[in-house]
């Protein structure tokens, strides 16, 4: 034969997936071992998790994406994954470039961490198989350690029920200037099968996922949406997961369906393995068989520190069988209560720091207060699901940000579906008195559908939430300016998903300063 391929030395290198070094820039494999049957870059690439110096670079090959394993053979042989990444997007003055190797254990994916770039400034790449050439991507490294940048600019989204709506706010992120960076805070793909969700406008392919192929394929039907792509072809993402990567409201090693956790492990790892093929991440973020460590910091210089966390792996149960709790149930205030698990929990308190301007929580589910209860009810009413169903983990954090005498703390939090914007109190018993945040909360891509009115008497919903300052049912996303002197946020709505051409504006505008947890409207 012409090509003598060693399995066994691919094998040790995908065992040392942990450890620097790993499957990118292997040799051993070469260009046309197999033929590709078709162009493969049709789910486009992505970037993620900037440095100072870097960032990965994201592809999977996959000519016919809804196909059994993308319309890829899986003849256990690599394929040879050229990347570049130049200054330039004619890639004229490449800076960076190699070969990495995409092996069918991993579903043909390439994940290459990019290092010796210059801090805080753009860059483009593209990769290449066979004759194919990738779209190109754009991407900006992270300000320098200790620099002191004037400005920089998040996106936040998720949440994108691809049978609830078009993915028409991400073709709009894609044209928002200077992003410097997107925080996806889960719910990228949908687990229910076809139909599930919505009939007319647009469906799953498959049932309920639980096996790795279901998975893949979902990841596919979801990534060969153009907007999507575009998004992703804009700016880096940092990817999280929120529940329904896995399962809807799955916590720790609890799914929601009662199973016990030696049948739910089985499902949560052929989910996170998929997971992890296609986000752009780290090989820090490589899961085993007890999760994935996704939480994780980045310093944009001294101006803004983000700590992504993970408010679903190390979680306790939720209370009350994850009914919204009423008069039969209230969460129990139990220290043992846990959203984060004491490693993370630990690690948060670690880093919050008043050495940087300004300290983003950047996480899945409502922290604030929020008193859900109907017109007339005369109990509150909780969210099990949120850091309202374990108030003694929000008090623990409450009161790391109290004694830090921290004032400049701000949450990004998804999950809900509608936009919720208004303060984390300093005690839950006084939600109008002082805050020890302020916390905005991203409504959806997708998921819920056009929107519309709330179906609540918004009076009743303030009056029983004074820390709560707006409440609003559409799709978007959100905009983080952020200054050593102030905190803008748009808050970014789609007019509607349900057909083509659905029109972006901004619905308000609030502003914060770094000495005081307080809303301005802007
Ligand atoms: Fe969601
Ligand atoms: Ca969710």
């Given at each position: 034969?012409r090509?003598v391929y060693?399995?066994?030395?691919?094998l040790?290198?995908?065992?040392?997936?942990?450890?620097?070094?790993?499957?990118?820039?292997?040799?051993?494999?070469?260009?046309?071992?197999?033929?590709?049957?078709?162009?493969?870059?049709?789910?486009g690439?992505?970037?993620?998790?900037?440095?100072?110096?870097?960032?990965?670079?994201?592809?999977?090959?996959?000519?016919?994406?809804?196909?059994?394993?993308?319309?890829?053979?899986?003849?256990?042989l690599?394929?040879?994954?050229?990347?570049?990444?130049?200054?330039?997007?004619?890639f004229?003055?490449?800076?960076?470039?190699?070969?990495?190797?995409?092996?069918?254990?991993?579903?043909?994916?390439?994940?290459?961490e990019?290092?010796?770039?210059?801090?805080?400034?753009?860059?483009?790449y593209?990769?290449?198989?066979?004759?194919?050439?990738?779209p190109?991507?754009?991407?900006?490294?992270?300000?320098?350690?200790?620099?002191?940048?004037?400005?920089?600019?998040?996106g936040?989204?998720?949440?994108?029920?691809?049978?609830?709506?078009?993915?028409?706010?991400?073709?709009?992120?894609?044209?928002?200037?200077?992003?410097?960076?997107?925080?996806?805070?889960?719910?990228?793909?949908?687990?229910g099968g076809?139909?599930?969700?919505?009939?007319?406008?647009?469906t799953?392919?498959?049932?309920?996922?639980?096996?790795?192929?279901?998975?893949?394929?979902?990841?596919?039907?979801?990534?060969?949406d153009?907007?999507?792509?575009?998004?992703?072809?804009?700016?880096?993402?940092?990817?999280?997961?929120d529940?329904?990567?896995?399962?809807?409201?799955?916590?720790?090693?609890?799914?929601?369906?009662?199973?016990?956790?030696?049948?739910?492990?089985?499902?949560?790892?052929?989910?996170?393995?998929?997971?992890?093929?296609?986000?752009?991440?780290?090989?820090?973020?490589?899961?085993?068989?007890?999760?994935?460590?996704?939480y994780?910091?980045?310093?944009?210089?001294?101006?803004?520190?983000?700590h992504?966390?993970?408010?679903?792996?190390?979680?306790?149960?939720?209370?009350?069988?994850?009914?919204?709790?009423?008069?039969?149930?209230?969460?129990?205030?139990?220290?043992?209560?846990t959203m984060?698990?004491?490693?993370?929990?630990a690690?948060?308190?670690?880093g919050?720091?008043?050495?940087s301007?300004?300290?983003?929580i950047?996480?899945?589910?409502?922290?604030?207060?929020?008193?859900g209860?109907?017109p007339?009810?005369?109990?509150?009413?909780?969210?099990?699901?949120?850091?309202n169903?374990?108030?003694?983990?929000r008090?623990?954090?409450?009161?790391?940000?109290?004694d830090?005498?921290?004032?400049?703390?701000?949450?990004?939090t998804?999950?809900?579906?509608?936009?919720?914007?208004?303060?984390?109190?300093l005690?839950?018993?006084?939600?109008?008195?002082?805050?020890?945040?302020?916390?905005?909360?991203c409504?959806?891509?997708?998921?819920g559908?056009?929107?519309?009115?709330l179906?609540?008497a918004?009076?009743?919903?303030?009056?029983?939430n004074p820390?709560?300052?707006?409440?609003?049912?559409?799709?978007?996303?959100?905009?983080?300016?952020?200054?050593?002197?102030?905190?803008?946020?748009q808050?970014?709505?789609?007019?509607?998903?349900?057909?083509?051409?659905?029109?972006?504006s901004?619905?308000?505008?609030?502003?914060?300063?770094?000495?005081?947890?307080?809303?301005?409207?802007?």
């Open positions: 034969m090509l060693d399995r066994r030395r691919l040790t290198a995908a065992a040392g997936l942990g450890l620097a070094g790993g499957l990118a820039d292997r040799a051993g494999a070469a260009p046309g071992l197999a033929e590709i049957e078709g162009y493969p870059f049709r789910l690439v992505a970037s993620g998790d900037p440095a100072p110096d870097g960032f990965v670079i994201w592809t999977r090959l996959a000519p016919r994406p809804l196909e059994e394993n993308g319309g890829m053979s899986m003849y256990s690599p394929h040879s994954v050229g990347w570049e990444v130049a200054e330039d997007d004619g004229k003055r490449i800076v960076r470039s190699g070969q990495a190797t995409a092996i069918a254990d991993l579903a043909y994916s390439v994940h290459v990019v290092e010796g770039l210059a801090p805080h400034r753009h860059y483009f593209r990769f290449t198989a066979g004759g194919d050439v990738s190109v991507g754009r991407v900006r490294t992270l300000p320098a350690a200790g620099a002191s940048p004037n400005l920089v600019r998040l936040v989204a998720g949440c994108q029920n691809w049978e609830d709506g078009l993915f028409t706010g991400f073709g709009h992120l894609a044209r928002e200037n200077d992003v410097d960076a997107v925080f996806h805070y889960g719910d990228y793909i949908y687990e076809s139909g599930r969700y919505s009939k007319a406008l647009r799953h392919v498959g049932d309920q996922t639980y096996s790795l192929s279901d998975y893949r394929r979902r990841y596919a039907q979801y990534k060969s153009p907007l999507l792509q575009a998004a992703h072809a804009s700016t880096a993402f940092i990817s999280s997961f529940d329904h990567e896995i399962d809807n409201n799955w916590a720790g090693d609890m799914d929601a369906d009662g199973n016990p956790p030696e049948i739910f492990v089985f499902r949560k790892l052929a989910a996170m393995q998929a997971w992890y093929e296609h986000m752009p991440v780290r090989r820090a973020q490589f899961p085993g068989v007890n999760g994935a460590i996704m994780r910091r980045f310093d944009f210089g001294g101006l803004v520190r983000m992504a966390l993970d408010t679903r792996s190390h979680r306790s149960d939720q209370p009350c069988n994850d009914l919204p709790t009423g008069n039969s149930c209230q969460p129990v205030y139990s220290e043992a209560s984060l698990g004491s490693a993370q929990e690690w948060l308190a670690d919050l720091s008043q050495t301007k300004w300290n983003l950047a996480q899945q589910v409502l922290v604030m207060p929020y008193d209860r109907e007339g009810g005369a109990e509150p009413v909780r969210g099990p699901d949120n850091w169903g374990q108030p003694a983990a008090q623990r954090l409450v009161k790391v940000i109290a830090r005498r921290l004032t400049n703390v701000v949450v990004s998804g999950d809900a579906h509608l936009t919720y914007v208004g303060t984390v109190p005690k839950d018993e006084a939600p109008d008195g002082a805050a020890a945040a302020t916390e905005f909360l409504s959806s891509m997708a998921s559908g056009n929107g519309g009115p179906g609540l918004q009076a009743d919903v303030y009056r029983n820390n709560l300052r707006l409440l609003h049912n559409q799709r978007g996303y959100q905009l983080f300016d952020i200054t050593p002197k102030l905190w803008r946020t808050v970014r709505v789609i007019d509607r998903v349900d057909a083509p051409g659905g029109l972006v901004t619905l308000k505008t609030y502003a914060v300063t770094p000495d005081r947890p307080e809303l301005h409207e802007a």
